[in-house]
């Protein structure tokens, strides 16, 4: 018996969407049949998704959220499901990175990776979780879906983004801490570990001199797409994952492996 993946009738927020992964995985919600609400500082970027995500025949929603202000996660959570419902799938997105050695990495910073990375990611899924408790209560069958971006950084050490390592390692630890305490309560919640993956942001970087002896060094001597990181998240986000819990799922190409 075939799988279809249908999410009609699901409410999916997504972090970062106003670019690169947060953006695909945004459009590849809305394919599959859930109201997206798209949540980042750029407003004007989430508009202009929401439009195309429209054209194709999607449903979206727009919501300003700063990951770095406690603040903006809680008003743009309580605005998204005033403006789509309760909130089934969260997508956890939001990243930042610098490039730098360790030695030459001040106070600021430091704070900029970790604000976003792990302690504006914790408490998206806090409030996300808040809400999705209250309404297991009410029907515990409901079943909830928080799904973190963390890296292969995460999981090894990689030259000259230490800090990024570091916060990624952290989000996967928080992966892990989630599922165990939420888990009773119908929330799953796993972690992608993308390798590298090229995006508008870092595109020209993989076609420099310097990149492209990045990626001759990588297993298969190729980065990924966006689009690479699709099955692996519908996959999560379905209610047929029940029994994927506190999972810290690769997607690299086997670059975690050597």
Known sequence: MGIEVNFSGKVAFVTGASSGLGSQFAKTLAEAGA????????????????????ANGGAAHVVELDETDYGSIKSALAHAETEAGPIDIL????????????????????????????????????????RMIVRNKADPNRQHRIINI??????????????????????????KAMALEWGRYGINVNAICPGYIETEINSDYFHSEGGKKLVDMLPRKRVGKPQDLDGLLLLLAADESRFINGAIMTADDGMAAF
Do not use: H, W
Request: glycine content about 6%; proline content about 1%; charged content about 25%.
């Open 35 to 54: 109201q997206v609400v798209l949540a980042a500082r750029r407003v004007e970027r989430l508009k202009e998704l929401r439009a195309e995500i429209e």
């Open 91 to 130: 997508v956890n997105n939001s990243g930042v990175s610098a490039t730098q050695r360790l030695i030459d990495v001040t106070p600021d910073d430091y704070e900029y990776v970790m604000d976003t990375n792990l302690r504006g990611a914790f408490f998206v899924a806090q409030e996300a979780a808040k």
């Open 150 to 175: 963390a890296s292969v950084a995460g999981l090894r050490v990689l030259s000259q983004i230490g800090v990024y390592c570091m916060s990624k390692a952290g989000a996967v630890q928080m992966t």
